[in-house]
């Protein structure tokens, strides 16, 4: 059964909005360091600048915007009773943006004590919206892959907290691993959980709903609603084993493990590219062009892993895990993320203005929230970024203009969902005004 939407379930507009509206602020900061520390940035994965962009995008910019999603998607689409999503969202914003601020700052600068201090921050935070969001998607009564695969989801993100923060108390402690353990295999599995059973996991959870019905694709093939969640989440449990074998073992391990990882993520992202192909309309919006790169990019992604795996002289080379991370991160998550904004706030702007107009107003309606022009020039900026940054991990030299461009792309973006919230402000005032002003035309009758 498909899932049914409760729009009565949906949270104050202001829940979702905070965090929408601090998410691209982050990954402007996040350009901003690349475009400042420059060259040595791209020099490694291990670089305090590589380290600290990559945190900045996913535990701010990207979570962020992944909780805002989820305490209203979660509401409407599964029918669920998020507790109390006002007191849920004024504690759990403030705390995920000091986390990040504090986690990114400890690797710039190196400082011990901030990595404690991060942890102790995200694990208090996600462990209130883990409990919460848990908690809400046991009890509700819907079915459908959707549910089932956000459930996992959540999983996902519980593991990645406390492999987080297991990595952040090691390297604030200088505490030992337990035996067996190395660092690297704890850092790689923590990074197959973020980005594979939570980020990736929500967006395939997701997809499978708003593909279809915003972009009136046909639906995905019920066998490979079934095979994804469940082949992925088998390939990261296996993934994990590495933690237990010796290091030459693991290496071999990840090899078979990691492979068929990426034949599952491209088969994901070709169904994807084939189901827009065969789409009933023709027109295309900026929520559709961001869909098509994000997985063309999830493509590329896969490619660019079966060939450093095929050719080990490529693989070996310390810019390859930049070159997928940059495919990964701006390149999907991101473009995703940003696509999925220009739909969810004019969407909520609508439904919460009908809500308070009744019949005092006619609202406006969703293309007049966001002009199209903004957004698809927003897009293109977002694409130069990508194709920049992409070029600076082959030539650091060109890390400045791809730092200043990506985060360029994300101010414009925040300027665009700030003009949204603004419409929605000037609406919701000339309807409270409309209303009051029927009120008065009664009460003199």
């Known amino acids: 059964m498909s899932p049914t939407l409760s729009f009565e379930q949906a949270p104050p507009i ?88 504090f986690l990114a700052s400890a690797f710039l600068l190196q400082q011990q004590l901030l990595f404690l201090v991060a942890a102790a921050v995200f694990v208090s935070a996600l462990g209130l919206f883990l409990t919460v969001l848990a908690t809400a998607l046991l009890r509700t009564p819907a079915r459908g892959m959707s549910i089932h695969v956000l459930r996992v989801a959540v999983f996902g993100l519980l593991m990645t907290v406390l492999l987080g923060a297991t990595l952040a108390l090691t390297l604030g402690l200088d505490a030992h691993l337990p035996s067996g353990w190395s660092l690297l295999a ?62 030459a073992v693991a290496r071999a391990w990840q090899s078979g493990v990691g492979l068929a990882g990426v034949l599952l993520v491209g088969s994901y992202a070709v169904a994807t590219l084939i189901l827009q192909a065969r789409r009933r309309r023709r027109q ?3 929520t559709f062009m961001f869909w098509r790169g994000a997985m063309l990019s999830l493509l590329a992604f896969a490619l660019s892993w079966i060939a450093f795996e095929a050719l080990p002289q490529l693989g070996s080379n310390p810019r390859a895990p930049l070159w997928l991370g940059v495919l990964a991160l701006p390149g999907l998550f991101l473009s995703v993320i940003m696509g999925m904004l220009y739909k969810i706030m004019p969407f909520l702007n609508w439904l919460h203005l009908q809500q308070q107009g009744g ?25 130069t970024a990508l194709g920049l940054l992409l070029a600076a991990v082959l030539w650091p030299t060109l890390t400045l203009p791809a730092g200043l461009a990506f985060s360029a792309s994300c101010i414009w973006l925040e300027w665009n969902l700030i003009g949204a919230a603004r419409t929605y402000a000037h609406w919701r005032d000339k309807i409270r005004a409309a209303v009051a002003s029927q009120a008065v035309q009664s009460d003199q009758a």
Not at 364 to 383: E, S, T
């Open 186 to 247: 704890l850092i790689n599995v923590h990074v197959a959980w973020g980005l594979g059973g939570w980020a990736l996991m929500l967006v395939i959870g997701v997809s499978y709903l708003v593909v279809p019905m915003f972009q009136m694709t046909p639906s995905y093939p019920v066998w490979l609603t079934r095979l994804l969640p469940a082949g992925l989440f088998l390939v990261l449990c296996l993934w994990s084993l590495q933690l237990l074998v010796p290091i």
């Open 14 to 101: 202001s829940v979702p909005y905070r965090f929408f509206l601090t998410a691209p602020l982050f990954g402007a900061v996040a350009g901003l360091v690349l475009a400042v520390l420059g060259p040595e940035t791209f020099q490694s994965r291990w670089s305090p600048g590589a380290l600290a962009m990559t945190h900045l995008i996913v535990v701010d910019f990207m979570l962020q915007a992944m909780c805002g999603s989820l305490l209203q998607f979660v509401a409407v689409v599964a029918g669920a009773n998020i507790w109390r999503p006002r007191l849920v969202a004024a504690v759990l914003h403030p705390l995920i943006t000091t986390g990040a601020i």
């Open 284 to 286: 295309t919006d900026a």
């Open 359 to 383: 019949m005092a107003m006619a609202s406006p309606n969703m293309k007049q929230m966001i002009p199209d022009g903004a957004m698809r020039g927003q897009m293109r900026l977002h694409f």
